[in-house]
């Protein structure tokens, strides 16, 4: 959230806050440069309400830059869902490596699964042709298995 940066002050207000909350970044930017009123506010909410999370949406558009972005300021939950999928499950769907790569590597859990069909991202991945994304998948269970427990070892003795 570049606004954020520019100087917004998410505690300033309720519908700021609540904006920043949702993740409208156009009911945001409306706020902080336009200074919309209360009536406007509401109808910027209600227009942005059921929209995909701004991290599914920079996914679903393979924009790398700012899903590193949203990643790096650790202002996204990466576990969120929309519709039950989280972003990564999104990105393997698609089959966006470099995307699923840059998620695996902000901490997004490689073993969440979605609502609707209980499958995981490597099986999505795999399931819609994309065996490069599953295998790096399921590549980072392993080594995430190995690391949980060389470190489980490393404390036992």
């Given at each position: 959230m570049l606004l954020l940066k520019a100087g917004a002050d998410p505690d300033a207000g309720g519908a700021l806050a609540e904006a920043l909350e949702r993740r409208h970044e156009g009911v945001v930017e409306a706020l902080?440069?336009?200074?919309?009123?209360?009536?406007?506010v509401k109808g910027l909410?209600?227009?942005?309400?059921?929209?995909?999370?701004?991290?599914?949406?920079?996914?679903?558009?393979?924009?790398?830059?700012?899903?590193?972005?949203?990643?790096?300021?650790?202002?996204?939950?990466?576990?969120?869902?929309?519709?039950?999928?989280?972003?990564?499950?999104?990105?393997?769907?698609l089959?966006?490596?470099e995307v699923v790569d840059v998620l695996l590597d902000c901490g997004a859990s490689w073993e969440t699964r979605d609502d609707?069909?209980?499958?995981m991202p490597c099986e999505v991945a795999y399931g819609n042709g994309y065996k490069a994304v599953g295998y790096t998948l399921a590549r980072w269970k392993e080594?995430?298995?190995?690391?949980?427990m060389a470190g489980q070892r490393g404390g036992d003795g």
């Open positions: 902080v440069m336009g200074g919309a009123g209360g009536q406007d909410l209600a227009k942005y309400q059921g929209r995909p999370p701004l991290l599914h949406m920079a996914v679903s558009t393979r924009d790398l830059g700012k899903v590193q972005m949203l990643c790096k300021d650790g202002m996204i939950d990466l576990e969120e869902k929309f519709e039950g999928r989280t972003a990564l499950w999104l990105a393997a769907s089959g966006y490596g609707e069909g209980g499958k080594i995430s298995w190995s690391a949980l």
